[in-house]
């Protein structure tokens, strides 16, 4: 098994996140219409945790007054 460094665990960490995010932003967009940049820059201070959670959630969602409910209600 090759040697992993911190620098390297955590440079993995930030691609997961990065391209979660990524992919978050695409289905909301496609779910919500244009999401406004005040709303991805919420969207990107959340936890992988919520993100995830968010991405459950975005199934139900069908306007961007969804999405921002669901940010105002679940931003802790």
Known sequence: MPYVTSIERHAE???LER??????MRVLSR????VPEEVQSKIE???LEQ???LGESAIDFRSLDDLK???TNNNS
């Open 13 to 15: 960490q930030r691609g």
């Open 19 to 24: 391209g979660s995010t990524r992919i978050l």
């Open 45 to 47: 201070a959340l936890s």
């Open 51 to 53: 993100r995830e959670t």
């Open 69 to 71: 409910n669901w940010l």
């Open 31 to 34: 779910v919500c219409g244009d």
